[in-house]
């Protein structure tokens, strides 16, 4: 609004003061582009008319979740892929590269390839071009070599934990992964370690995933720039 008074960290710093917070100038830096940005969203909102009768929206009754089925194992979902043609390793196993996980699945049941040679070439691939997409936060090179390993040992000994048994995978930097950082993107948090794993990491650890990266997002999960760069995304 072209009236509206300069918002600057010094407004940032006096607010704070109303909502019992503390932040760094880093993060006032960070967040008062998109404090300027709400201005008009403030605004708009306060020329919807509202009735006094009208009731607050200040609860939420998740009625339609159902606890029991939410705490239930994750094998509650189960998959099969009898209906899914087992395809034939390409002489080069790069040209599996963006294959659905279905056929990976299937290559890594008939050990026609293993887990640790598909987590060898994803990370290889990783290496060779994020320096042009800018889309790595931190690889996790040593926890996927060694759960690769593990996983193919479980297949070698006739345990399948099913379709994502030995397949890679990607975490966006907003999920945390123990012995990692979790960066949210944001260089204010670019050393924050979360010493745990989030339900969606153990989650995928159990049906046998392998993590290969924590990969970009835009900070705080705004947009696509974060403290390394602009990632590139070519979809």
């Known amino acids: 609004m072209a009236d509206t008074p300069e918002i600057n960290n010094t407004t940032l710093s006096e607010a704070e003061k109303l909502a019992g917070l503390a932040f760094t100038e880093d993060e006032r830096n960070l967040m008062r582009k998109g404090v300027i940005e709400r201005v008009d969203d403030y605004a708009k909102l306060r020329q919807i008319p509202l009735d006094n009768s009208v009731v607050p929206a200040l609860q939420f009754v998740p009625q339609s979740f159902d606890t029991a089925q939410d705490k239930s ?3 509650r979902f189960p998959i099969s892929l009898d209906h899914i043609p087992v395809p034939q390793r390409p002489s080069t196993l790069e040209e599996v590269a963006f ?8 290559l890594l049941r008939t050990r026609q390839v293993t887990s640790v040679e598909l987590t060898k070439m994803y990370l290889a691939r990783l290496k060779r071009y994020d320096r042009q997409l800018q889309c790595v936060i931190t690889l996790t090179e040593d926890r996927a070599l060694a759960q690769a390993k593990k996983m193919d040992e479980e297949m070698d000994n006739g345990r399948y934990r099913g379709p994502l048994h030995g397949i890679p995978w990607g975490a966006k930097d907003l999920i945390a992964v123990k012995g990692y950082p979790t960066t949210w993107g944001a260089a204010p948090f670019a050393d924050q370690i979360i010493d745990e794993n989030a339900a969606v990491v153990q989650r995928l650890d159990e049906a046998g995933a392998v ?3 924590k990969l970009t997002m835009g900070a705080l999960a705004w947009g696509d720039v974060w403290f390394g760069g602009q990632t590139k995304n070519p979809w």
């Open 73 to 75: 194992p994750i094998a």
């Open 211 to 213: 993590l290969v990266a």
């Open 99 to 106: 294959w659905p996980v279905t056929q990976l699945a299937q």
